[in-house]
């Protein structure tokens, strides 16, 4: 590791910036891991998008279908592709506490720079907030490396703010993604000053916040490479300009992409993120492919939309 656990929270501060992307990982049709394809994405991401983080083996890239040792091959081809010119946060995330305990050791020893561990679903539970506190805290007490919470709709509640910063008083919680209105991250944000990164998913608000917040950090999803190609970068191009205080040169860069995201809006169908995700990502040049069962691909109509939405959208390849 890059820093000791006492060290986690600073080494964060300054190394835990700018934009991060939560990684889509391509199957082949067989239904089998494309390791090739997620090199490629990797490089493209790293190389020609220059995104400073990368989110491996979460949601967006169906953690829940892979097996523990799929997951940890998807660490490992992350730092190695990575190679220390972005970060890396992994996402030990299970319902088994054991397992998100292996998945934490692993991303320590391979090399990996934080893990990202959503809060628990919970059953027949009472004492919420102090059960919450004690997942992370027992989790903190066993690895070294940084870790960030994640809150989000999907666990059945909501982390408040204050358990939030409660957890945050743990001496290796550097960040959380907080899925959650904004007026509860606002809240998280000033009562816990600088101490951890607090971000969400929105790209559409992260020049609001990068100005209302200061915040440092997108963390994170896959609008950084589905928003952006080698020739077309007006989502870095804008949290630059926000960076340097420019805040209305910012705000006509972020509102041109308006028409990119209408056209991913508007042709995604709800129960298909992944797989919409995967086909945009096709149009784009990178490695898509199907997702995994039980997961729904999309339809050769549903396809066909989003080609349509897609060249009509303005965005440069």
Request: proline share 4%; glycine share 6%.
């Amino acid at each position: 590791m890059k820093y000791s656990k006492l060290d986690a929270k600073d080494y964060a501060r300054e190394h835990m910036r700018g934009i991060w992307a939560a990684a889509l990982n391509p199957f082949n049709t067989d239904g089998s891991f494309n390791e090739a394809g997620l090199r490629s994405n990797i490089r493209h991401w790293v190389d020609d998008l220059d995104i400073q983080g990368l989110f491996i083996a979460g949601k967006q890239g169906e953690f829940f279908s892979m097996s523990i040792e799929e997951r940890k091959r998807n660490f490992e081809i992350a730092v190695e592709e990575c190679d220390g010119r972005a970060g890396t946060i992994m996402s030990a995330s299970d319902q088994n506490f054991d397992t998100v305990v292996d998945l934490a050791r692993h991303a320590q020893d391979c090399g990996a720079d934080y893990i990202v561990v959503h809060a628990p679903i919970l059953h027949f539970v009472t004492d919420q907030d102090d059960t919450v506190y004690n997942y992370y805290k027992t989790l903190c007490d066993k690895v070294d490396i940084g870790i960030a919470m994640w809150s989000h709709p999907d666990s059945g509640y909501l982390m408040s703010p204050e358990l939030c910063a409660r957890v945050a008083e743990l001496p290796n919680i550097v960040a959380i993604k907080y899925s959650v209105p904004r007026d509860m991250y606002v809240r998280l944000t000033n009562m816990v000053g600088d101490k951890i990164h607090v971000s969400t998913a929105s790209e559409e608000a992260w020049l609001d916040n990068i100005e209302e917040l200061n915040w440092k950090l997108y963390l994170c999803s896959s609008p950084p490479y589905q928003l952006q190609s080698k020739v077309d970068q007006r989502m870095n191009e804008y949290t630059r300009l926000a960076f340097e205080g420019k805040f209305a040169e910012a705000r006509r860069v972020r509102d041109s992409l308006n028409p990119v995201r209408d056209a991913i809006k508007s042709t995604k169908p709800g129960g298909k993120p992944q797989a919409h995700g995967k086909y945009w990502q096709e149009l784009l040049g990178q490695v898509g492919g199907p997702v995994r069962e039980p997961l729904l691909q999309l339809t050769d109509a549903e396809k066909e939309a989003t080609r349509a939405a897609f060249e009509g959208c303005g965005l440069k390849v």
